[in-house]
């Protein structure tokens, strides 16, 4: 069978900080993913309560959920699963950034009926890009964040060839670009997300193209927000794929 999205995944670098201080980039993470499996969802939740369930009785860690309340502050809560019931919390969410927690089973996390995302064995992580970056205020000076992620192609046998990475942004006034990193175990840090990093393309607007993916391997992708200063908070989505051909 021909290569399907769902073995083109998004995962972490080694260094997604939630700060500007700390180091980011580096190699592959593939206990982190990056985007949720229903992005729309994870940016319109509610104000709702969230529930965890995993495949797995003997799961019963706690997960741990960031996001924004009704009011656009930070907020996080802990959820302990129990196995295959479902647990609901407390905490009212307006929208997810990160989840968090070991499992063994695959681990749900849903808005009433509705999984929002489904982590599956040895992900730990699921979350955004751009944890927490916020704007200088009016007067000040513009920020540009840049975040390190992969693709991994998990097909078993084939290769993505003719391949790019396509991202899209929908209610932003602000727009993320893209550049590749050469190699496919690239191993570029930054000193911290506020830092350009060197000796990578240039950052285009929405897509670039990348070399092939062998089955198995992987495609180190630089994202760049840039948020003019006063930029208010906005509600909004981003969205990325990666395309390409089958062989």
């Known amino acids: 069978m021909p290569i399907s999205s769902g073995d083109l995944v998004f995962y972490g ?27 729309t969802l994870a940016n319109a939740v509610g104000p709702s309560v969230l529930s965890v369930v995993s495949t797995i009785a003997g799961d019963n860690s706690g997960i741990l959920i960031y996001g924004r309340d009704a009011g656009g502050a930070l907020i996080n809560s802990t959820i302990t699963l129990s196995g295959l019931t479902p647990v609901t919390g407390v905490v009212s969410y307006d929208r997810i950034h990160m989840v968090s927690g070991q499992h063994n089973g695959t681990l749900s996390l849903k808005k009433d009926a509705s999984v929002i995302v489904a982590m599956e064995s040895g992900v730990n992580v699921i979350r955004r890009p751009f944890f927490n970056a916020i704007a200088d205020a009016s007067g000040g000076s513009s920020r540009t964040y840049y975040e390190k992620i992969f693709l991994k192609n998990n097909h078993a046998t ?37 830092t350009s990093p060197t000796g990578i393309s240039p950052f285009g607007d929405g897509s670039v193209s990348i070399a092939n993916v062998v089955a198995g391997g992987t495609q180190p992708v630089w994202l760049l927000l840039t948020l003019a200063a006063g930029t208010a908070p906005q509600l909004g989505l981003y969205t990325i794929a990666a395309l390409g051909n089958t062989t």
């Open 13 to 39: 670098s080694a260094n997604m900080p939630t700060g500007d201080a700390t180091t980011a980039g580096g190699a592959i993470d593939t206990s982190t993913r990056v985007i949720f499996d229903d992005t």
């Open 158 to 194: 084939l290769t993505l060839t003719s391949a790019f990475i396509s991202g899209s942004s929908s209610g932003l006034a602000s727009f993320v670009d893209i550049s590749a990193e050469s190699g496919t175990g690239g191993t570029t840090t930054i000193t911290n997300r506020l």
